[in-house]
């Protein structure tokens, strides 16, 4: 049977047809074309052509909105927006202009079109939050074999078998096993937990060196990643009330303009009796005065000018919205890990119980050169002289790393586990300094040869070389600054310390974040900025959600705003771009409303023929764009 060679480019040309964001750029583009086609022929006296290009900018430009405005009619019961100005084009063409019809609908389609792009950016949360889960889990039999269940298969009591680099399927308690996991994703824990039978481990959470036996405790639809999934669509729903009130205004404003035309043609005929063609002139040059292009367009204009200035500054906005929540922000709330810290460990504290300094950085780098595990690869990374050879390493899972130099002597780095499981002891004053680097926020491991501890090491992730000043700055603006993190409250102290920040909440899971996000809301604006997994609830239900380009795919979709170069100071300068842009919005508005009320006035009165209608009108719309367009050239310094 003959097959058509354009059966295989059908469904791609489908798929781009049923895009929200391509088909509209495409119907705006040929608006564009027929009306810039459509004056070229007026001008060389192409009539027909000329009426041919205006007609497919009509159907391009004001078909989706025609459609959409009967939609909401019919189904919704309310008038929009969209009816008013394709009864505006359609009245301008009645009068004989129907070019500046199409230019009304070319407009209204960009500005649509736009918002739908921006819109679109931020749909994919959930959808990156769902690959985190894994398809499914290797569960053990009581005859020692290994079955693969999918996840909705799994249920409590069952035991996982989970190997290194394998993600948890399901919350549970480890049975049997020693293993460090990367929880980062869930509670901004900067370090990998070790895990030991009887710890808990959460759905989503990575596992790192060590094969375990898990016992699930609660299916996978009641997990800590499912709850998070929730939270996110919670938290997105909850921020639709600004788009809710637009929609409500809408409707009584296009109302009122489409019953005022035959009002007016009514008035104009039957009282002060002017002729039918004369009443219906007045009627539609007064619709096209109050149609409000200028006010659809004076908002995009400022706001995507803003939005270009800022992305070439290295940060990246989704949305209007978050231009103008940022603008009045007076809250800032910063996760740790990740965003006031650079996110990785490095050693910053080395206490020589024997020997020196040098002598122990060199040994500690030899022993844990081999090791991918992040605080042996700090330990590693801090020494970059010659080390001594270490033979027969071996991990000691949950505990650490065990070693032999070349004159057959023991070398060993780990916490206070592996000193029990080798016989050695801390005396009492070593056993206070350790505890005094804990308690600064520390992350600690002991270093020793034989039976004897030579070194207590220090490991920390530290702040980023930006944030102190970027706070200090915040701060002199009026901003009152937070840290909300779910590591530990000794580690966020010590960061937040450093940096000049008072508040601090520490030990939060996402869902607390998620709260005090929601309980600050209620003393002002609030902007939460953070780069992980579970900063994402907060994010969303923030009146500005920022993160770090570095960050997690889910704090990137569910964010607002997006430092794109990991700094700070970006920031300031976004909000500074923000408060800009909202002056600039606040003067087009009142423009642009300022002359559909004079100039429609004056229309009611007669004192307006239609070009100087259509000159007010179109003039004004160019205005508003050129003084939105000024914000091309604001810089957003660090």
């Known amino acids: 049977m003959y097959t058509p060679i354009t059966a295989p480019i059908q469904k791609p040309l489908l798929l781009f047809w049923n895009h929200e964001v391509k088909r509209g750029f495409l119907l705006t583009?040929?608006?564009?074309?027929?009306?810039?086609?459509?004056?070229?022929?007026?001008?060389?006296?192409?009539?027909?052509?000329?009426?041919?290009?205006?007609?497919?900018?009509?159907?391009?430009?004001?078909?989706?909105?025609?459609?959409?405005?009967?939609?909401?009619?019919?189904?919704?019961?309310?008038?929009?927006?969209?009816?008013?100005?394709?009864?505006?084009?359609?009245?301008?063409?009645?009068?004989?202009?129907?070019?500046?019809?199409?230019?009304?609908?070319?407009?209204?389609?960009?500005?649509?079109?736009?918002?739908?792009?921006?819109?679109?950016?931020?749909?994919?949360?959930?959808?990156?939050?769902?690959?985190?889960?894994?398809?499914?889990?290797?569960?053990?039999?009581?005859?020692?074999?290994?079955?693969w269940k999918p996840l909705e298969a799994l249920s409590p009591g069952e035991v996982l078998v989970v190997r290194p680099g394998e993600r948890f399927a399901a919350d549970g308690v480890v049975v049997e096993g020693y293993t460090d996991v990367d929880e980062s994703a869930l509670t901004g824990e900067s370090a990998p937990v070790d895990k030991k039978p009887g710890d808990p481990v959460r759905s989503g959470t990575l596992n790192g060196h060590g094969v375990v036996q898990v016992r699930v405790e609660r299916p996978a639809c009641e997990s800590t990643l499912a709850r998070l999934i929730k939270l996110v669509e919670s938290a997105q729903a909850s921020k639709s009330r600004t788009e809710r009130f637009a929609?409500?205004?809408?409707?009584?404003?296009?109302?009122?303009?489409?019953?005022?035309?035959?009002?007016?043609?009514?008035?104009?005929y039957?009282?002060?009796?002017?002729?039918?063609?004369?009443?219906?002139?007045?009627?539609?040059?007064?619709?096209?005065?109050?149609?409000?292009?200028?006010?659809?367009?004076a908002t995009p204009a400022a706001v995507l000018s803003a939005m270009a200035a800022g992305a070439r500054a290295g940060a990246l906005f989704k949305s209007g919205a978050a231009l103008e929540a940022l603008a009045?922000?007076?809250?800032?709330?910063?996760?740790?890990?990740?965003?006031?810290?650079?996110?990785?460990?490095?050693?910053?504290?080395?206490?020589?119980?024997?020997?020196?300094?040098?002598?122990?950085?060199?040994?500690?780098?030899?022993?844990?050169?081999?090791?991918?595990?992040?605080?042996?690869?700090?330990?590693?990374?801090?020494?970059?002289?010659?080390?001594?050879?270490?033979?027969?390493?071996?991990?000691?899972?949950?505990?650490?790393?065990?070693?032999?130099?070349?004159?057959?002597?023991?070398?060993?780095?780990?916490?206070?586990?592996?000193?029990?499981?080798?016989?050695?002891?801390l005396e009492p004053q070593v056993e206070r300094r350790l505890w005094a680097m804990e308690q600064r926020g520390l992350?600690?491991?002991?270093?020793?040869?034989?039976?004897?501890?030579?070194?207590?090491?220090?490991?920390?992730?530290?702040?980023?070389?930006?944030?102190?000043?970027?706070?200090?700055?915040?701060?002199?603006?009026?901003?009152?600054?937070?840290?909300?993190?779910?590591?530990?409250?000794?580690?966020?102290?010590?960061?937040?310390?450093?940096?000049?920040?008072?508040?601090?909440?520490?030990?939060?899971?996402?869902?607390?974040?998620?709260?005090?996000?929601?309980?600050?809301?209620?003393?002002?604006t609030v902007v939460m900025v953070g780069d992980g997994l579970n900063d994402a609830p907060a994010l969303n239900a923030a009146d500005v959600g920022v993160s770090m380009a570095a960050g997690s795919d889910v704090s990137l979709e569910s964010a607002d705003l997006v430092l794109m170069k990991n700094d700070l100071n970006r920031l300031v300068g976004a909000q500074q771009l923000a408060r800009a842009t909202a002056r600039t919005v606040y003067f087009n508005l009142s423009f642009a409303l300022g002359v559909i009320v004079v100039v429609g006035v004056f229309a009611l009165g007669g004192k307006v023929p239609l070009p100087i209608g259509v000159v007010a009108h179109e003039g004004g719309t160019v205005f508003v764009v050129l003084v939105g367009l000024r914000l091309l050239a604001h810089r957003v310094g660090s």
Not at 68 to 97: E, H, N, P, T
Not at 259 to 268: H, M, N, R, T, W
């Open 29 to 147: 583009g040929i608006t564009l074309l027929g009306l810039v086609g459509g004056f070229v022929a007026e001008n060389h006296e192409m009539a027909w052509l000329r009426n041919s290009l205006w007609t497919l900018a009509f159907l391009a430009g004001g078909v989706p909105s025609a459609i959409k405005a009967l939609q909401g009619l019919f189904l919704q019961r309310k008038l929009d927006v969209d009816l008013l100005m394709v009864v505006a084009a359609l009245g301008a063409a009645s009068v004989g202009r129907a070019g500046d019809g199409a230019i009304m609908l070319f407009l209204f389609s960009l500005s649509n079109t736009l918002q739908s792009w921006a819109m679109n950016r931020t749909r994919r949360a959930i959808e990156a939050l769902m690959s985190l889960h894994p398809e499914g889990a290797n569960v053990l039999l009581p005859d020692g074999r290994e079955l």
């Open 247 to 268: 929609e409500r205004f809408e409707g009584p404003y296009t109302t009122a303009v489409l019953l005022s035309a035959p009002v007016i043609f009514a008035v104009a």
């Open 270 to 297: 039957l009282v002060f009796g002017l002729e039918a063609a004369q009443a219906w002139y007045r009627a539609m040059t007064f619709l096209v005065v109050a149609s409000p292009c200028a006010v659809v367009i």
């Open 328 to 425: 009045k922000a007076s809250i800032f709330v910063f996760d740790k890990t990740g965003t006031l810290t650079e996110g990785r460990m490095k050693l910053v504290q080395v206490e020589v119980l024997q020997g020196s300094e040098a002598e122990a950085r060199a040994l500690a780098a030899g022993l844990e050169r081999y090791s991918e595990h992040p605080i042996a690869q700090a330990i590693a990374q801090s020494w970059d002289g010659p080390t001594p050879e270490v033979g027969a390493i071996r991990a000691v899972q949950g505990h650490g790393v065990v070693g032999t130099l070349a004159d057959g002597t023991q070398v060993w780095a780990g916490n206070r586990r592996l000193l029990e499981k080798l016989g050695a002891t």
């Open 443 to 524: 992350t600690t491991a002991i270093l020793g040869t034989n039976h004897h501890p030579i070194a207590l090491l220090g490991v920390a992730d530290t702040p980023r070389p930006e944030a102190d000043q970027a706070i200090a700055r915040l701060k002199r603006q009026g901003a009152r600054v937070i840290m909300l993190t779910g590591d530990r409250k000794a580690v966020a102290e010590h960061i937040a310390k450093q940096l000049g920040i008072q508040e601090v909440y520490a030990e939060l899971l996402p869902e607390d974040k998620l709260e005090r996000i929601r309980q600050l809301r209620q003393e002002g």
